[in-house]
Structures are given as C-alpha cells and as structure tokens.
C-alpha cells in the first residue's frame, strides 16, 4: 500500500507541475517519490527485464538513447524512454510514473534508459535490466568522476552472467567489460576516409584496465578510439565484432553492414558508433534489418550543436559541446580542421558550475589534437574565458600556431572576441564554447545586426 500511496501523490504532483509550468520541474514527480520510498523503482509491475535496455558511457549516451527509442516506436513498438535527459535514479522512477497504470503496472513493451555511469549500479539493483550498452568510458567530469578507471570499476560492479553487453570493439575500457558478461555484443566502425594518426607530441595514451601497462593504437577513428592492443597482456580489439559498419561514404551519407547499404543524415566519425550501436541492440531486440533502415533514413537528432549565423559578410560557425571531456571537444576540433577555407578560430573554455566544487581545467584542451588545425589556412585565432585563456592560448602555439596571431582575452564577453574575429580577412569564424554559453553568443550576434541559419 506504501508503493501505490507514493505512485498516486506522485503522478498528482507530476500533474500539478505540469499544470503550472509545462517545460519546469521535469524530475520532480521521481525526486519526490523516491524520497518518500528509496526502492520505489523496485515494485512496478509487468516490466520484462529482457525488453529493458540501459545505455550508459562518457559520450553519445543521450543521442543514442534517443537513437534505441526511436527505432522502436518507428519500427511499430510501445516504448518508454527517458528522453529529457534525467540520467539518474529520479529520472528513472519519472519514467515509471508517466508509463503506468495508477495500480503501478508499466504500460509500454520496451523500456530505454540513459544511465549515468555511476548510477547505474543502484539503479540495476532494483531494475535488473538485461541489456547494458556501453558507448564508451573516457576522461570526464574529473572534480566529479575522478580517474576514468574509477567508473570502469563502478562498472564491472553492475554486470554479470546475467547480462548482455554491447561494447565499443575499438574502445580499450569498455571492451575489457566483456569478461564480466553473460553474453558481449561487439560493434565497430572500419577504417576510412575521416581515421587519422596524432598529429604531435601531446598524444596521450592510456594504461590498460587489465593490467595497467600502455595501449597502443594503431590510428584514430575518434579520439581515443580505434584499433589497439595493450603492450603487455595482449588485451585487443577483436578482429571479428558482430557489427562493423564499412564502406563510409561520408558525402553520399551511407555506410554498409553485413552486405546491405544503410542511409543516414548523419555521417560523422561519432554518429557511425551510435549507429553502429544502435544496430548492435536493434538486432538482439528483434528488429528486422528492414526497420532499421527505415529508422536510420527517418532519424534527426533533436539538438544540434552545430549552428551557423551571418554577421556582417561574415560566416560564424558556431560549435558547442559540454567541454568536460576531450574526445567531446575533439570532435569539435575535427569538424574545423576539416574545413579547407580561410578562416578564424576561438575557443573559449569556462568555468564550469554543475555542482561543488567548481573548477576550470585546461588540461581537457591539451589532450586534444589542436595541430590538425593550426596546419590549416587560419587568420587568427583567440583563446578567451576568466579563466584559463593564456593555458588556451599557449597549447595553440606548442601545436604550431604562429605566434603573432594567437590573441588571449581575460573575458567570458563576446563581445571583444567577434570584434577582433571580425577585422580578420578570413570568411569564416569559427566559435568553440560549452553549451550553457550558447545564449550569451548567439544573443549579441542577433543583437548586432546577425542573422541565423534555420
């Protein structure tokens, strides 16, 4: 009876939230619940754990979460998912709450859930689900995760024979996950158009989760992963994953698995894991190669974080990313150094505030392959923040920006940076910053005359 008091006063709160303020308050029903009943999440009824999928890792956990879900309902079935993001046990229980009877019975076939890496754990504890894909597990929110082999651990704690894993084949940390498994699904991306090898001296490896002795990679399909073995135990991506995606044609947005050709609307190196991914769970679920293609050819992700303005007979693009781990923000980096034009670049990494303690790391940005572009045709570049401008500034110039156009601005404005950007003869201007800070820019654009792409 404590179960079902506790479900109804939540659904009547998530209710009344709703009421007042329809985009606020999106957890608020699961944080209540489970303050009123930690276990909550344990007493719902008619959730096969076989149709229960968890999706968790450093990078790509929200798009491909989103990608999971939407296969589903495209290829005809019921599903819940918790989309807003809300990776923890309240968003969980939100979910639950949104997709169930008032007598407590989940209403939906399929459940897909985001789970941050080190909740996963609890949460599995009361939602024994039986599908745990693992994008992959690198250097993130240090003040919080602290040494990525921390959450590797966290990890191995969550899993056992009870278990289908899909993990990154080309990804040292998650792939040694397999061990722990009922059952490993590999996917994996083979080499093309867009793999690279490190470009200058602060290529940084990483110690084996095995046994703690170097990897090695052979190149770089993203930062940080690709095919490698350890020095020492021989700890390997396989040679044979159940999924790889071959035949990339970045410019026709297709790639191939298992002899069909797939089409997609996005082709970055990022989005082929996702995919592949995606592919990987799709199949173990029962969808037909059919309803993945049509999924694949239909999806859009729903935050892009790659916008374009106009000001002043100027192109800005605008790239924005959590900045809380470099492979996120090597992506970034990739998409300028791919770009053949004149052009100018800013990067402007600042505090970040999610929780205590506060911090500001520049060590992120020298984890990254800056190289690539200061190799390009750049007019100008910028390293701007409150806070680590000059650390920004000074790992363009070890990568080869010349000296006397790196410019290190002591500001979080916008407004010195695209003045400055602006008296440069290059055509195009290129803005790195964190996702919150996205208003702050786009405002002053729109304020001084710009346009934006639709």
């Not at 040292?172 to 996917?187: D, E, I, K, N, Y």
């Not at 892009?304 to 959590?322: A, C, N, P, T």
């Amino acid at each position: 009876m404590r179960f079902l008091l506790t479900l109804w006063l939540s659904k009547l709160a998530a209710f009344f939230v709703h009421l007042v303020k329809r985009n606020r308050g999106t957890i608020s029903s699961g944080w209540l619940a489970t303050r009123l009943m930690p276990d909550f999440v344990a007493h719902f009824r008619g959730i096969d754990c076989d149709k229960v999928v968890f999706i968790t890792g450093t990078n790509g956990k929200s798009t491909t979460t989103n990608m999971v879900y939407r296969t589903l309902l495209s290829a005809g079935r019921t599903a819940a998912c918790n989309t807003e993001g809300a990776n923890m046990m309240t968003g969980v229980a939100t979910v639950l709450i949104k997709n169930s009877t008032w007598g407590g019975r989940f209403n939906r076939e399929f459940l897909v859930l985001e789970a941050d890496e080190r909740s996963l754990p609890g949460i599995r504890r009361v939602l024994p689900g039986r599908h745990v894909a693992v994008t992959n597990l690198e250097k993130d929110q240090d003040q919080r995760n602290g040494d990525p082999d921390l959450i590797y651990r966290k990890l191995e704690g969550a899993v056992g024979p009870d278990v289908t894993l899909y993990l990154n084949n080309e990804e040292p940390r998650s792939s040694a996950l397999a061990q722990r498994a009922g059952q490993a699904v590999f996917f994996s991306v083979a080499e093309n158009d867009r793999a690279f090898a490190w470009h200058d001296s602060y290529a940084v490896t990483l110690p084996c989760p095995l046994c703690g002795h170097p990897i090695r990679f052979e190149r770089h399909n993203l930062a940080g992963i690709g095919p490698f073995r350890c020095t020492r135990c021989g700890h390997a991506s396989g040679s044979a994953p159940q999924v790889l995606l071959t035949d990339v044609d970045y410019d026709a947005g297709t790639f191939r698995c298992g002899g069909r050709q797939f089409s997609v609307s996005y082709t970055d190196p990022f989005y082929l894991y996702n995919f592949a991914l995606v592919m990987a769970v799709g199949r173990n679920l029962g969808l037909t190669e059919d309803e993945l293609a049509a999924a694949f050819r239909a999806f859009e992700n729903p935050v892009s974080h790659d916008q374009v303005f106009h000001l002043r007979g100027k192109e800005i693009r605008y790239l924005q990313g959590k900045q809380e781990n470099p492979e996120a923000l090597q992506s970034e980096l990739d998409v300028i150094a791919r770009d053949p034009r004149r052009k100018a670049v800013a990067v402007g990494m600042y505090k970040v505030t999610d929780f205590q303690p506060h911090y500001a790391g520049s060590f992120y940005f020298f984890d990254c392959d800056f190289a690539a572009i200061a190799q390009g045709d750049v007019a100008a570049y910028v390293a701007f923040s409150e806070t680590v401008c000059y650390d920004l500034a000074a790992r363009m110039i070890y990568a080869g920006a010349p000296e006397d156009k790196v410019t290190a601005l002591d500001t979080d404005d916008p407004g010195p940076v695209l003045e400055l950007l602006e008296k440069t003869d290059a055509p195009v201007i290129y803005i790195l910053t964190n996702t919150k800070h996205f208003g702050l820019i786009s405002d002053y654009i729109l304020t001084h005359g710009g346009t934006r792409d639709a």
